[in-house]
């Protein structure tokens, strides 16, 4: 009698159960810290921008001696990002950054109070404004917090509110 040897081929229904598992256990781990970084990414975008345009409005204002155009009078006023890059691009700025990394557009603020908490703009003064992930324009808390929804504020040469550490989501 010939005896016939079966050789197995495949895997069982109990190895391919595990590696399914894995799979899902390292996905749930790595999705979430994926969409943080991702987030991050935009703030980082965000104040890279803010800071260039405030770099290109700091230069304008030493050529000209002062931060509202000539003869122009900017009393509490909102500027449009046409408005302003009309003074800086291309000799100060060669293509501004007209949105955030949310795809919010920034907000420039010249001669006033940004709101409780943040002190008044004077004259010679200037904030430029992201209203970060909710792309809602929300009540200043001033310093770093740790919700991507605040308000990215950069007001005269520093930045005053920003999303820093870990990040509620």
């Known amino acids: 009698m010939i005896r016939v040897s079966r050789k197995q081929k495949g895997f069982t229904l109990i190895e391919l159960l595990i590696v399914v598992a894995i799979i899902g256990i390292l996905a749930a781990i790595a999705i979430p810290n994926l969409l943080t970084a991702m987030q991050r990414s935009k703030q980082k975008r965000s104040m890279a921008d803010v800071r260039s345009i405030a770099t290109a409005w700091e230069a304008r204002a030493v050529d000209i001696n002062r931060y509202n155009a000539a003869g122009y009078a900017l009393p509490g006023s909102l500027i449009t ?31 006033q109070p940004l709101g409780a908490g943040t002190s008044s703009i004077a004259a010679n003064r200037y904030a430029l404004v992201s209203a970060g992930r909710n792309g809602k324009f929300d009540t200043v808390i001033g310093g770093a917090t740790t919700n991507f929804d605040c308000d990215i504020i950069y007001e005269n040469g520093s930045f005053v509110q920003f999303p820093d550490g870990i990040q509620d989501n």
Request: hydrophobic share 25%; proline share 10%; net charge negative.
């Open 81 to 111: 990002p046409d408005s302003l890059y009309q003074w800086l691009e291309p000799t100060y700025i060669k293509s501004g950054p007209r949105r955030d990394g949310w795809s919010n557009e920034y907000k420039f603020y010249m001669d």
